[in-house]
């Protein structure tokens, strides 16, 4: 177990309570309840290669409440990224509901789903999609421009973010003079910039040493709790897994196990 973390968050409640076939309201304890931020109910995924169809994801049902750090393990090609995209809204499930704070991702056109996703939903990679002539700064700024959030807000959210994934000394250096897990961090600060709901992390720690990634775990517990958002990686890492609020297992397109 990791020392430098502890589990301790409301939605953990939440999601030991879950039942992932039903997406009522979990009670989190006498005087709160937690409506799902997003649910995933019998999502199926195929895609048509050629003469055939391939089908990658068989029936997913999952959901994801308030504050929590959630994470999706499962070996190369079992349809984690597949999954991450469509509850993004980048994609649309072939079978399956999918709402994000009501919203029905899959019956939504891409324009409809594209604004829900600038508003409300930020994205981080394993590779850290940042733009390589531009500093620190002026990544997470671009992000605040591309929510469309008023100039006048930009310099005071860009630094708190920048002091929250602790980078406010490093702010003018441009990705070439960051090391992987500082350049990781200044992605987190992007993807958080327009305050969303949900945070998507595709293999955020892939690149990155045992020290570095947790760094970054440690910046994901705290702007868990800080920012008010929901945080879902996929990751390989045992070691990182054991401070998730829970752990799905994917095989083969299905979560198995509890
Ligand atoms: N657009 C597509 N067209 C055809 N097949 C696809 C498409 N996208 C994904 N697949 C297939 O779906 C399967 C699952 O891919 P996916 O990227 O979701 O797996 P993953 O669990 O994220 O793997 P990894 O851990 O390697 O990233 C793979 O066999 C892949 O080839």
């Not at 301790?8 to 931020?37: C, G, I, M, R």
């Not at 002539?133 to 100039?151: F, T």
Request: charged content about 25%; glycine content about 6%; proline content about 4%.
């Amino acid at each position: 177990m990791l020392s430098w973390l502890s589990r301790s968050s409301t939605a953990e409640k939440a999601s030991e309570q879950e039942d992932a076939q039903a997406p009522e309201p979990v009670a989190l304890n006498k005087a709160s309840v937690a409506e799902p931020l997003l649910t995933v109910r019998g999502v199926e995924r195929s895609f048509d290669v050629g003469s055939q169809k391939i089908r990658v994801l068989k029936g997913i049902n999952l959901n994801l409440y308030p504050q929590q750090l959630v994470m999706l393990r499962g070996r190369s090609g079992s349809g984690k990224t597949t999954l991450m995209n469509l509850m993004g809204g980048l994609d649309t499930p072939t079978g399956g509901e999918i709402h994000f704070k009501g919203r029905p991702f899959h019956i939504w056109n891409d324009d409809k789903r594209t604004e829900v996703r600038r508003q409300d939903i930020g994205f981080i990679f394993q590779a850290y999609a940042l733009m390589p002539l531009l500093s620190a700064y002026e990544n997470v700024e671009l992000s605040m421009r591309m929510a469309k959030i008023h100039r006048s807000e930009w310099k005071a959210r860009v630094t708190s973010c920048l002091d929250l994934v602790g980078l406010s000394k490093r702010m003018h250096h441009r990705p070439f003079e960051l090391s992987g897990g500082e350049q990781q961090r200044v992605a987190i600060a992007k993807a958080i910039a327009h305050r969303p709901s949900l945070l998507l992390a595709d293999e955020p720690t892939a690149e990155l040493d045992s020290q570095m990634a947790a760094q970054v775990m440690q910046v994901f517990k705290e702007i868990v709790a800080s920012e008010n958002v929901t945080i879902c990686m996929t990751t390989h890492d045992p070691t990182i897994m054991e401070v998730a609020d829970h752990v799905y297992e994917m095989v083969d397109g299905v979560f198995v196990g509890k």
